[in-house]
């Protein structure tokens, strides 16, 4: 069952989302060779903290074998191969022509928020360069595309056909999802499929679709820490991602 948010739930989650765009446009400023992914956790969280929401990620727990004590940080710190789920290190400092992944969340009054954006490090080449703006525009795209009535799988082939047609890849086995009460919710949103299938989008519906595109194959494979996942062959990998509310005049972005 996909939930349709209540009018004081939106409410809420208006001022979540509000408050993970502030986060992260501030945490972005901050982005440049020499700072380490620590120094853009610790101030993340102080941020989320000073909002009076809570970090969204710090603990989580998903089913997993390797990490049973939940996700160590506020932020996902996700540099270059790193498709998603980088863990901010004291020791990882940002280089000149790195790109990196934010993707950061937050609860506010028992209400999350999700959003991603990848971010250049100084001057980078044009390859990196052309896919941040190719995963940012497949997600501005699919964004476009919501409304009352349409498939689910709309939205997938709309983001799938783009980055293709551009001569990147979709990476498979990671989604998008619901999001309200809980951090994940149904549906799961893929970033591949096909047109005129799956669930019907319904007014009030709450959403955070993610675009993971890869420069070379899409497959994927997840380091011995349990939590940051890799592009198999090395490639450069993007992420962007945005929480959205189904109106009947189409997608509000509560992360903007």
């Given at each position: 069952m996909?939930s349709?948010?209540?009018?004081?739930e939106?409410?809420?989650?208006?001022q979540a989302?509000?408050?993970?765009a502030?986060v992260m446009k501030?945490?972005?400023?901050?982005v440049?060779?020499g700072?380490?992914?620590?120094?853009?956790?610790?101030?993340?969280?102080?941020l989320?903290?000073n909002?009076g929401?809570?970090?969204a990620?710090?603990?989580?727990q998903?089913?997993?074998?390797?990490?049973?004590?939940?996700y160590p940080a506020?932020?996902?710190?996700?540099?270059?191969?790193?498709?998603?789920?980088g863990?901010p290190s004291?020791?990882r400092f940002?280089?000149?022509g790195?790109i990196i992944?934010l993707?950061?969340?937050?609860k506010f009054q028992d209400y999350?928020a999700d959003?991603?954006i990848?971010l250049?490090?100084?001057k980078i080449?044009?390859?990196?360069r052309r896919?941040?703006?190719v995963t940012k525009?497949?997600l501005?795209l699919a964004?476009?595309?919501i409304?009352p009535?349409i498939?689910?799988?709309d939205?997938s082939?709309?983001i799938?056909?783009y980055?293709?047609?551009?001569?990147f890849?979709?990476v498979?086995?990671?989604?998008?999802?619901g999001?309200?009460?809980?951090l994940?919710?149904?549906?799961?949103?893929?970033?591949?499929?096909?047109p005129n299938?799956?669930?019907?989008?319904?007014e009030?519906?709450?959403?955070?679709?993610e675009?993971m595109i890869?420069v070379?194959?899409?497959k994927?494979k997840?380091l011995?820490?349990?939590?940051?996942?890799?592009?198999a062959?090395?490639?450069?990998?993007?992420?962007?991602?945005h929480?959205?509310l189904?109106?009947?005049?189409?997608?509000?972005?509560?992360t903007?």
């Amino acid at each position: 069952m996909i939930s349709i948010k209540t009018s004081e739930e939106i409410k809420i989650m208006r001022q979540a989302g509000r408050i993970l765009a502030q986060v992260m446009k501030k945490v972005a400023r901050q982005v440049k060779p020499g700072i380490s992914t620590f120094e853009l956790d610790e101030m993340a969280e102080k941020l989320i903290k000073n909002f009076g929401a809570e970090p969204a990620f710090k603990g989580y727990q998903p089913d997993t074998v390797y990490n049973q004590k939940g996700y160590p940080a506020t932020l996902c710190t996700s540099i270059n191969n790193e498709v998603v789920h980088g863990i901010p290190s004291p020791n990882r400092f940002l280089k000149e022509g790195d790109i990196i992944g934010l993707d950061c969340g937050v609860k506010f009054q028992d209400y999350y928020a999700d959003m991603a954006i990848t971010l250049p490090v100084g001057k980078i080449n044009s390859e990196a360069r052309r896919l941040i703006l190719v995963t940012k525009k497949a997600l501005g795209l699919a964004i476009k595309k919501i409304k009352p009535g349409i498939h689910l799988g709309d939205i997938s082939s709309t983001i799938q056909s783009y980055v293709e047609k551009n001569g990147f890849s979709v990476v498979r086995e990671l989604s998008g999802h619901g999001i309200g009460k809980n951090l994940h919710e149904e549906p799961t949103i893929l970033n591949f499929g096909k047109p005129n299938t799956g669930p019907i989008l319904k007014e009030g519906m709450t959403l955070a679709i993610e675009p993971m595109i890869n420069v070379g194959d899409w497959k994927v494979k997840t380091l011995d820490d349990g939590w940051t996942i890799v592009t198999a062959d090395n490639s450069l990998s993007a992420h962007f991602e945005h929480t959205i509310l189904v109106t009947s005049r189409g997608a509000e972005i509560l992360t903007q």
